[in-house]
């Protein structure tokens, strides 16, 4: 899904190279996390990808094109393929949370009964559902980034990128987010996250390619994040991070009593879709008939999207097993 | 959908940079209005021209009696001379000259008898004052000096006199002030290039959220720029349709209400040649508009 072969990048005022033959193959539905310190080349790895920077040498494949030689006219369509997500969000400050998803859709010519429909089940996947009219402001940061996943994701991406998505988040509201990024890596899409966050990188045993100094220095298929390896203790964690806290509840920030329930909202949403589509395995929660026939309308317009709601399905039955 | 998204997006541009337009807006419609003046001065003097240039001869005064001119030191033009001036102008001249008339002293008499019934200032002349001529006229009005090269020097010619030169003093004044006219346009058309570029830059700059969203989900440059170009040509057309309307006032109550029921003998410029004008003004308020958002844009907005 993502190549880089040799790949080289020297900033026209940089010193030393960003980036220095790195080689890495990422590969589809893969989850990566690239961790390394400050200035190791993280942002420029995913600056490549989008072709918001070129390399100085080496190649860069992105879903089957070859990123050195497409044509600027095409990476519009490349990067329809591609969403991104920021530590500062990137929302547009005066439009709501329902129009800041949507805009990702007006700018690239999507028909408005697409947008009707896809926005609601998107902002409801992640949790925000009857927060559609908020502004930026009247969100904490991770409803915000919630937003920005929605945005990122809205148009069923075959890639996820993330540059620090949990930077400026608290370590409950940041496991919410990677809850939610896993879930939709669980729908296909490739994630590839530039992360500083140990805790996050050690409970969720994903891969880890650890840049320094523009080089590649580790690609581990199950990794930790590093160096502080062996301060933290190893934990016996589960791939799927269910349980918010549940392992360093002495260190934990109190969340924002919104993020928590963005997270039941999203949990929900998971659940009902489970409930639609496994019928009677799961025990259905009483539920607004109103709700359902979207949902259902929904589903029958992107049989695509099934495999979202597959997956969110499989989530809930995963947690009604643990729970029952 | 696209229209009706970029329609709003265009519509908050304009309103968050009003002053900005507005002064976009003055600016193309003053120096459209220069531009338009120049295009309609030089319609008026082509009108004025094939009006008069119908009118106008070639006068070959023949030499009267006491000339001082060395071609008729032989006194009075004999008739051999005239012969041989008619001759001249039958052959060497005939492609240029359309008809030839030639005015006896005794026809000149008749025609000033005529004008001036009672003695001109005073006197009274007789028919010995008047001078015989050739009356030329060309095929085309501007070739006098082809006329006035093979008759000047003949024998019996004392001076060839182009009636256009009554002219010349008025055309030289129209053709002045239209490109009067055009420079001041120039200049004014070069502050409207850079206060769109500027403008555009502007609203560019405060939307560079969302121009960086635009890119970063994969809409197209087209798709980004489009308001940003649609902005100024709105601005430019709007100041092209405001000239357009300032020439057209200009013309129906100065030129149509005031000066044809002062001075009706001259053909004037119309409402309708306005109209011919402002497809030109049009365009070229779009040329403008264009060309200074591609040069912003591709500088701020580009992919
Ligand atoms: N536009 C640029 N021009 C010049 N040098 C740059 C530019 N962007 C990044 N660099 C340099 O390239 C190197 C890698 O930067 P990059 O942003 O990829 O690091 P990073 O791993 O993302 O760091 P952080 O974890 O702090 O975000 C750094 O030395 C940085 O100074
Ligand atoms: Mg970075």
Same mark, same amino acid.
């Given at each position: 899904?993502?190549?880089?072969?040799?790949?080289?990048?020297?900033?026209?005022?940089?010193?030393? +190279?960003?980036?220095?033959?790195?080689?890495?193959?990422?590969?589809?539905?893969?989850?990566?996390?690239?961790?390394?310190?400050?200035?190791?080349?993280?942002?420029?790895f995913?600056?490549?990808?989008?072709?918001?920077?070129?390399?100085?040498?080496g190649?860069?494949?992105?879903?089957?094109?070859?990123? *050195?030689?497409i044509?600027?006219?095409?990476?519009?369509?490349?990067?329809? @393929?591609?969403?991104?997500?920021?530590?500062?969000?990137?929302?547009?400050?005066?439009?709501?949370?329902?129009?800041?998803?949507?805009?990702? =859709?007006?700018?690239?010519?999507?028909?408005?009964?697409?947008? !009707?429909?896809?926005?609601?089940?998107?902002?409801?996947?992640?949790?925000l559902?009857?927060?559609?009219?908020?502004?930026?402001?009247? =969100?904490?940061?991770?409803?915000?980034?919630?937003?920005?996943?929605?945005?990122?994701?809205?148009?069923?991406?075959q890639? =996820?990128?993330?540059?620090?998505?949990?930077?400026?988040?608290?370590?409950?509201?940041?496991?919410?987010i990677?809850?939610?990024?896993?879930?939709?890596?669980?729908?296909?899409?490739?994630?590839?996250?530039?992360?500083?966050?140990?805790?996050?990188?050690?409970?969720?045993? !994903?891969?880890?390619?650890?840049?320094?100094?523009?080089?590649?220095?580790?690609?581990?298929?199950?990794?930790?994040? /590093?160096?502080?390896? *062996?301060?933290?203790?190893?934990?016996?964690g589960? +791939?799927?991070?269910?349980? &918010?806290?549940?392992?360093? +509840?002495?260190?934990?920030?109190? &969340?924002?009593?919104?993020? =928590?329930?963005?997270?039941?909202?999203?949990?929900?949403?998971?659940?009902?879709?489970?409930?639609?589509?496994?019928?009677?395995?799961?025990?259905?929660?009483?539920?607004?008939?109103?709700?359902?026939?979207?949902?259902?309308?929904?589903?029958?317009?992107? +049989?695509?999207?099934?495999?979202?709601?597959?997956?969110?399905?499989?989530n @809930?039955?995963?947690?009604? /097993?643990?729970?029952? | 959908?696209?229209?009706?998204?970029?329609?709003?997006?265009?519509?908050?541009?304009?309103?968050?940079?009003?002053?900005m337009?507005?002064?976009?807006?003055?600016?193309?419609?003053?120096?459209?209005?220069?531009?338009?003046?120049?295009?309609?001065? $030089?319609?008026?003097?082509?009108?004025?021209?094939?009006?008069?240039?119908?009118?106008?001869?070639?006068?070959?005064?023949?030499?009267?009696?006491?000339?001082?001119?060395? %071609?008729?030191?032989?006194?009075?033009?004999?008739?051999?001379?005239?012969?041989?001036?008619?001759?001249?102008?039958?052959?060497?001249?005939?492609?240029?000259?359309?008809?030839?008339?030639?005015?006896?002293?005794?026809?000149?008499?008749?025609?000033?008898?005529?004008?001036?019934?009672?003695?001109? $200032?005073?006197?009274?002349?007789?028919?010995?004052?008047?001078?015989?001529?050739?009356?030329?006229?060309?095929?085309?009005?501007? $070739?006098?000096?082809?006329?006035?090269?093979?008759? %000047?020097?003949?024998?019996?010619?004392?001076v060839?006199?182009?009636?256009?030169?009554?002219?010349?003093?008025?055309?030289?004044?129209?053709?002045?002030?239209?490109?009067?006219?055009?420079?001041?346009?120039?200049?004014?058309?070069?502050?409207?290039?850079?206060?769109?570029?500027?403008?555009?830059?502007?609203?560019?700059?405060?939307?560079?959220?969302? %121009?960086?969203?635009?890119?970063?989900?994969?809409?197209?440059?087209?798709?980004?720029?489009?308001?940003?170009?649609?902005e100024?040509?709105?601005?430019?057309?709007?100041?092209?349709?405001?000239?357009?309307g300032?020439?057209?006032?200009?013309?129906?109550?100065?030129?149509?209400?005031?000066? $044809?029921?002062?001075?009706?003998?001259?053909?004037?410029?119309?409402?309708?040649?306005?109209?011919?004008?402002?497809?030109?003004?049009?365009?070229?308020?779009?040329?403008?508009?264009?060309?200074?958002?591609?040069?912003?844009?591709?500088?701020?907005?580009?992919?």
């Open positions: 899904m993502i190549r880089f072969e040799n790949v080289e990048k020297v900033y026209a005022r940089g010193a030393r +190279p960003a980036l220095d033959g790195v080689t890495v193959d990422v590969a589809r539905g893969e989850f990566v996390f690239l961790v390394g310190a400050s200035g190791s080349g993280k942002s420029t995913l600056r490549l990808v989008l072709r918001e920077e070129r390399p100085t040498a190649r860069v494949y992105v879903a089957g094109r070859d990123l *050195s030689t044509s600027s006219w095409k990476v519009p369509s490349l990067r329809r @393929s591609i969403g991104v997500v920021f530590q500062d969000f990137r929302l547009l400050p005066n439009k709501t949370v329902y129009e800041n998803v949507a805009f990702a =859709l007006q700018v690239i010519g999507r028909p408005r009964h697409v947008i !009707k429909t896809t926005v609601p089940e998107v902002l409801e996947m992640v949790g559902d009857g927060k559609e009219k908020r502004r930026p402001h009247e =969100l904490s940061g991770g409803e915000q980034q919630r937003v920005a996943i929605a945005r990122a994701f809205v148009n069923r991406p890639i =996820l990128l993330a540059d620090e998505p949990t930077g400026n988040l608290d370590p409950t509201t940041s496991l919410g990677m809850r939610l990024l896993d879930r939709i890596n669980r729908t296909g899409t490739t994630v590839v996250m530039a992360t500083h966050d140990d805790e996050i990188v050690n409970e969720m045993r !994903k891969r880890v390619v650890e840049l320094k100094t523009g080089t590649v220095v580790r690609d581990e298929a199950v990794g930790s994040y /590093g160096e502080r390896e *062996s301060i933290l203790p190893t934990i016996g589960t +791939p799927v991070l269910d349980a &918010p806290g549940r392992n360093q +509840p002495a260190i934990r920030v109190t &969340p924002e009593p919104a993020d =928590l329930e963005a997270e039941r909202a999203a949990e929900e949403a998971a659940e009902r879709a489970a409930a639609e589509h496994a019928g009677p395995l799961v025990p259905v929660p009483a539920e607004p008939p109103v709700r359902t026939r979207r949902a259902a309308a929904a589903a029958r317009r992107y +049989p695509a999207d099934d495999v979202v709601q597959q997956v969110l399905a499989e @809930s039955r995963a947690r009604a /097993g643990r729970e029952g | 959908m696209r229209l009706q998204f970029v329609v709003t997006e265009v519509l908050q541009g304009l309103r968050r940079n009003v002053s337009v507005i002064s976009v807006v003055l600016v193309t419609f003053v120096s459209l209005t220069f531009v338009g003046s120049a295009a309609l001065l $030089q319609t008026q003097v082509d009108k004025l021209k094939d009006d008069w240039y119908d009118l106008v001869e070639v006068s070959v005064f023949l030499c009267p009696n006491g000339s001082t001119a060395p %071609t008729c030191a032989a006194g009075e033009a004999t008739e051999e001379q005239i012969d041989a001036l008619r001759t001249v102008i039958d052959t060497e001249l005939a492609d240029v000259v359309a008809q030839t008339y030639l005015e006896t002293k005794a026809d000149a008499f008749a025609a000033f008898s005529e004008r001036y019934p009672d003695g001109y $200032q005073g006197t009274q002349l007789t028919e010995d004052d008047m001078q015989a001529s050739f009356r030329l006229k060309l095929v085309d009005p501007e $070739q006098y000096q082809v006329v006035a090269d093979v008759l %000047t020097g003949r024998e019996g010619v004392e060839v006199e182009d009636q256009r030169a009554i002219f010349q003093p008025l055309f030289l004044a129209l053709n002045r002030a239209s490109l009067l006219a055009a420079g001041l346009a120039g200049v004014m058309l070069l502050a409207a290039v850079l206060l769109i570029t500027t403008t555009i830059r502007l609203s560019a700059m405060s939307r560079r959220r969302e %121009t960086g969203i635009m890119r970063l989900v994969g809409a197209s440059n087209l798709f980004v720029q489009l308001p940003f170009l649609l100024g040509a709105i601005a430019a057309v709007v100041g092209a349709v405001l000239a357009v300032g020439l057209w006032l200009g013309v129906k109550y100065f030129v149509t209400d005031w000066l $044809q029921q002062s001075v009706n003998w001259v053909a004037y410029v119309t409402v309708g040649d306005v109209l011919l004008v402002a497809p030109l003004l049009i365009g070229i308020a779009v040329a403008l508009a264009v060309v200074s958002s591609v040069v912003t844009l591709n500088r701020y907005t580009r992919v």
